[in-house]
């Protein structure tokens, strides 16, 4: 939120260096930017809000924003910054760190040929006829129900 005679820049670098961010927006691929202001805000301050964030960011950004009126804000202008695919070198740091770190596991092994494992599935192997699968579902289902298609046709049979 900005106030004042500098409102729009002061918004601006409050939603980039937000204690909210995890990382730097900086070398982020892609921002929304939503601009909240009064009457009084002008398309100049949305455009320097625009730049002063396009700056941190840096080149081959791409920059989404809208600018919405609330008549409750006077002489006050609200930044809301959505960065995504920011850089980060740390990250790749702690992942290298996590992948070198020994692991060890203190638990009950089962050896395989101890495992017994149900086949829960015996009636469905049961119920499938290999010579019925050439056959269309909706059609195996007729002819298992009997129902005709239609009451006043005769009945017909598939095979």
Same mark, same amino acid.
């Given at each position: 939120?900005?106030?004042?005679?500098?409102?729009?820049?002061?918004?601006?670098? !409050?939603?980039?260096?937000?204690?909210? /961010?995890?990382?730097?927006?900086?070398?982020?691929?892609?921002?929304?930017?939503?601009?909240?202001?009064?009457?009084? !805000?002008? /398309?100049?301050?949305?455009?320097?809000?625009?730049?002063?964030?396009?700056?941190?960011?840096?080149?081959?950004?791409?920059?989404?924003?809208?600018?919405? @009126?609330?008549?409750?804000?006077?002489?006050?202008?609200?930044?809301?910054?959505?960065?995504?695919?920011?850089? #980060?070198?740390?990250?790749?740091?702690?992942?290298? #760190?996590?992948?070198?770190?020994?692991?060890?596991?203190?638990?009950?092994?089962?050896?395989?040929?101890?495992?017994?494992?149900?086949?829960?599935?015996?009636?469905?192997?049961?119920? @499938?006829?290999?010579?019925?699968?050439?056959?269309?579902?909706? /059609?195996?289902?007729? !002819?298992?129900?009997?129902?005709?298609?239609?009451?006043?046709?005769?009945?017909?049979? /598939?095979?």
């Amino acid at each position: 939120t900005g106030k004042g005679k500098k409102k729009a820049a002061a918004a601006a670098k !409050m939603a980039i260096s937000s204690p909210l /961010l995890e990382v730097s927006i900086k070398g982020a691929k892609s921002i929304l930017i939503n601009v909240t202001g009064g009457l009084d !805000m002008s /398309l100049f301050e949305v455009n320097e809000i625009v730049d002063v964030i396009s700056k941190a960011v840096g080149q081959d950004t791409n920059i989404v924003f809208g600018a919405i @009126i609330n008549e409750e804000l006077q002489d006050e202008i609200r930044v809301s910054v959505i960065a995504t695919r920011c850089e #980060e070198n740390t990250e790749e740091e702690e992942k290298i #760190e996590v992948a070198n770190k020994e692991v060890s596991y203190k638990g009950n092994y089962t050896e395989k040929e101890n495992l017994k494992i149900e086949n829960k599935f015996k009636i469905r192997d049961q119920l @499938i006829d290999d010579k019925d699968l050439e056959i269309p579902a909706f /059609l195996r289902k007729k !002819m298992r129900s009997n129902i005709p298609e239609d009451s006043s046709k005769p009945k017909k049979t /598939l095979f």
